[in-house]
Each structure stands twice: as structure tokens, then as C-alpha cells.
């Protein structure tokens, strides 16, 4: 939106679902990254995947029969992604599907269908890292709809990072009366972070039971900060969990930070723990030693060029020693990830014969 504003030759319409709705979540974020309010908010709310998708479809197929655009750009692999690629399709308009390629390769991570919906019928496909490239390839998507361009959450993080850095540290924590600010309570880079929402690793009693448990063991050797993502709490709470928490007094459960003070937190980490796909991306162009809790990630490159790990969960205490120990992994940054993706799209789009 910043790098199409002022265009001479394009219109932009910003369509916000309302899929993510909370004001930490979500509308923190415009704030933060100055992004223009959206000129159609469609509002859909929380619902099952197939209520969600269906109440979005119905919202921005009204808002294609009143727009009439000529392209339709959708970003990354959300129930919103799919939704509105499926009514631009089906109403003839072309798609330009961004972060397009990316796969896991799991079918029960809902993201991944959405993945393989959007890009069986998208028309334009930008990508963020050459694996993406090679998968579309061998799905049989012709090479010239393939465009490599580099990715948007590195604009964004080069864009906000210094900006991050004068945020406070100063953090209340959850189910307990007193706060934390990083530098008093610790010196900065001696702790880690942890974000966690996956709901193979949070909705499950045993498999939440089991994490407690390795974040406290580990928060005894050096301290963990987690924001906690709303459903993880959720089930912290539902599971009884909360008292095992409050046994470790350097396992810090947080609230949710908007972006720029979650920025500011990771980069001052001396690793992150996660189970995200975002923090990934980040930590690679920080170069900060990044453990991820899953069997596979869409973001390869990641691992391959830059400083994040895949392990499992029984490796988790193993892997935080050696990064104690000064041996974690650190690498490269991707080609492209320099900050200028944005402006990319937009000449891409701009190139555009419709």
C-alpha cells in the first residue's frame, strides 16, 4: 500500500476481511505499520474454517460485482486467501497470488490446502525464495507466471526496526502482579523467546502438558519471554496448566505485542522457540538462532540459507544448551530480502497488459 500510493496508472482497494479481528492481533498492526484503514472492511469474525471461508466469499463476491477490479492480489496462505481467489476466479478475473509456492508439504496444517487451492487457480504468482519457484514448476505452472521478487515482511522489518528499538521493553506479566522490563529484570540477549499456536502443539492437553514443562526446565538455565497468542491461553487455562507455569519464576507468559515491541523483543533475544512461520523469516534476516518445533516448514530457505532449525520437541532442551553454549546455528540472507520487494510488485503489476 506504501509503495502504491500517489500511482498514476493504479487504483489500489484494500479489502480487510476482519479473519483476524482482535485489536492486538490485528488492528494494532495498521496502527504500528501506518497502514491505510481499508476502504471495505467485510467483518467476518471467528467461525469453523468452512463457516469463515463461506461468510468471506459471500462478502467479497459483493464487493467484485460493485468494484469491478481488474486484478485481484491476495497475500499468503490464510481461510481469506483461498476464499477470495475462489470468487475472482470464478467471476473471471485475474489473481496474482503473493508468497505463492510455499509448501509444507503436511495436509493437516490448514494452511496448506489453502496453499494448493489458491495456486491451482491463481494467474500471477509471486514468490519469496527459490524452492517456492521450484515447487510451482513441478505442479506444472508455466515459468513466465512465476515471478521471484522477494519478500514483504522484510520491507516491513527493515522499514519498522529502528523505529522498534525506541519502543519500551516494560511487560506485564499474565497471572501475576508485578512486570518485567528487559535490561532491569535481565540483561538484554539473555533470554528467549517463544511464540506458540499451532494446533498440533497448543490444542492438545499432553502435547501443551509436555511444552510447559520443557519451557520451565529451560527458563532455569535462561530466561523465556512468551507473548502468548490468545487460543494458547485459552487452553493454558482449560487445561489446568497455569500452576505448572507458576512453578518457574523466570517462565515469563506476557501479553500480545504489537509488532513493533515484538520486534524489538526478538531482536534483543539471544534465540527465538516457536512454532510459527513469520518468526522464521525474521530471525533469518536478524540472524538470530531460530528453533522451530514442527516436522516441516514452508519456508525451507529458511533453514537452508538462514539461522533457523527444525527439531522436535525431545531436542528442545539439547539444542537451547548448545545455543547457550554459543554454537547456535546462524547463516545468510535469502536473494532479495532486501527491503525493496514492494517496490518490485508494483513495476510487475504496473507491466501488466490487461
Not at 471461508?53 to 497475500?75: H, K, S, W
Not at 515469563?252 to 534483543?268: K, N
Request: charged letters at 20%; glycine letters at 8%.
Amino acid at each position: 500500500m506504501h509503495a502504491l500510493r500517489n500511482h498514476p496508472g493504479i487504483k489500489p482497494i484494500l479489502v480487510h476481511t476482519g479473519q483476524h479481528y482482535d485489536v492486538k492481533m490485528s488492528g494494532q498492526f495498521f496502527d504500528e505499520l501506518n497502514i491505510p484503514a481499508p476502504d471495505i472492511n467485510l467483518e467476518v469474525g471467528s467461525a469453523s474454517h468452512a463457516v469463515q471461508t463461506a461468510r468471506i466469499m459471500e462478502g467479497f463476491e459483493q464487493v467484485c460485482l460493485n468494484e469491478q477490479p481488474d486484478y485481484v492480489l491476495v497475500v499468503g496462505d490464510v481461510n481469506s486467501t483461498a476464499a477470495c481467489t475462489l470468487v475472482a476466479s470464478k467471476m473471471g478475473i485475474k489473481t496474482i497470488h503473493y508468497e505463492a509456492g510455499l509448501r509444507s508439504n503436511d495436509r493437516t496444517m490448514p494452511e496448506e490446502i489453502n496453499r494448493l487451492v489458491t495456486d491451482a487457480i491463481s494467474d500471477v504468482f509471486i514468490t519469496t525464495s527459490i524452492d517456492a519457484d521450484e515447487n510451482l514448476l513441478h505442479e506444472g505452472v508455466p515459468a513466465q507466471k512465476i515471478h521471484m521478487l522477494g519478500n514483504l515482511m522484510i520491507d516491513s522489518l527493515v522499514a519498522q526496526l529502528p523505529k522498534a528499538k525506541k519502543t519500551g521493553l516494560v511487560f506485564k506479566l499474565l497471572n501475576r502482579d508485578r512486570q518485567i522490563q528487559l535490561g532491569v529484570d535481565f540483561f538484554e540477549g539473555k533470554y528467549g523467546a517463544l511464540t506458540f499456536h499451532r494446533p498440533g502443539n497448543v490444542d492438545d492437553k499432553d502435547s501443551l502438558s509436555k511444552l510447559v514443562n520443557l519451557w520451565g526446565e529451560i527458563s532455569q538455565q535462561i530466561p523465556l519471554v512468551f507473548p502468548v497468542h490468545p487460543r494458547t491461553y485459552k487452553n493454558i487455562l482449560q487445561f489446568g496448566l497455569q500452576a505448572d507455569i507458576d512453578k518457574y519464576p523466570n517462565l515469563f507468559f506476557i501479553e500480545p505485542l504489537g509488532y513493533l515491541q515484538f520486534i524489538h523483543l526478538v531482536s534483543c533475544s539471544t534465540f527465538a522457540l516457536t512454532d510459527s512461520g513469520g518468526i522464521q523469516e525474521e530471525t533469518t534476516f536478524m540472524n538470530i538462532p531460530c528453533l522451530t518445533v514442527r516436522p516441516n516448514t514452508e519456508r525451507p530457505v529458511t533453514v537452508w540459507e538462514g539461522s533457523n532449525k527444525l527439531i522436535k520437541m525431545n531436542e528442545i532442551v539439547s539444542e537451547v544448551k548448545l545455543i547457550i553454549e554459543g554454537k547456535g546455528k546462524h547463516g545468510t540472507t535469502p536473494k532479495y530480502w532486501d527491503g525493496h520487494t514492494a517496490e518490485r510488485i508494483v513495476q510487475l503489476i504496473d507491466e501488466f497488459k490487461i
